[in-house]
């Protein structure tokens, strides 16, 4: 299992350093308050939704999956290896994303270290969503196809909210979202954060379970 993940991260050597680049640049603009700290925990959402693509076309190009059917680990094994590895991903951004939120703070360009918690932990949820869903669609269609998916996921999410939010205020019933925003602050203080964690994590096995049962069934 280690060698799958060594493998994967070998693999992504030159995206990584583009994106330890952007990351500095991002993190400096952030810290000379050019952009709202809250910008740099979604940039590692996006992240975490790239890296997956890259690494299956990757193993695409070189028929890896005609390897790794050989490897004692095991069809499963190959697939638990590939969530583990976004897993790790999203909570490096997450880790990241803390810290940049603590120097932003020390030097007192933020207040709200609540609100900030809040926006990057729905950020990293976010970003286990996404492969949540995404994981599936690559391993069902393969990474050229799942681009045009996601780019429709992702779009058709906004797209969603967006409708939501304006059809409340054109019925005159804006003060609904304030009621729905009450109601989540008049709940106990972790029984957001445990919902959360439990949902995220049965859809994560659930989307596991779905990924095993394609890449079982799939020819060498």
């Given amino acids: 299992m280690m060698g799958l993940l060594v493998k994967d991260l070998l693999c992504l050597r030159r995206q990584v350093k583009v994106y330890v680049i952007a990351t500095v640049v991002y993190g400096g603009m952030t810290l000379m308050g050019v952009w709202d700290v809250s910008f740099f925990t979604w940039f590692f959402t996006l992240i975490a939704a790239m890296i997956p693509l890259s690494l299956f076309a990757l193993d695409a190009a070189a028929k890896w999956d005609t390897y790794a059917l050989t490897l004692?680990?095991?069809?499963?094994?190959?697939?638990?290896?590939?969530?583990?590895?976004?897993?790790?991903v999203v909570c490096v951004g997450l880790v990241l994303s803390l810290a940049m939120g603590g120097l932003t703070m020390a030097l007192g360009r933020m207040e709200d270290w609540g609100g900030f918690l809040m926006a990057a932990s729905v950020a990293a949820g976010a970003g286990l969503l996404l492969n949540a869903?995404?994981?599936?669609?690559?391993?069902?269609?393969?990474p050229e196809k799942a681009r045009i998916?996601?780019?429709?996921i992702m779009g058709g999410f906004v797209l969603v909210v967006f409708l939501a939010i304006r059809g409340m205020e054109q019925v005159g019933q804006p003060e609904l979202l304030a009621s729905i925003a009450e109601g989540i602050a008049a709940l106990?203080?972790?029984?957001l954060p445990v919902a959360g964690v439990l949902i995220l994590a049965a859809l994560s096995l659930l989307s596991y379970a779905i990924s095993c049962s394609i890449f079982e069934k799939q020819e060498p």
């Fill in 72 to 88: 004692p680990v095991g069809r499963n094994g190959v697939v638990a290896a590939r969530y583990l590895f976004t897993l790790l």
């Fill in 188 to 191: 106990p203080a972790l029984a």
């Fill in 133 to 142: 869903v995404m994981l599936p669609v690559l391993y069902k269609v393969g």
């Fill in 149 to 152: 998916a996601m780019l429709a």
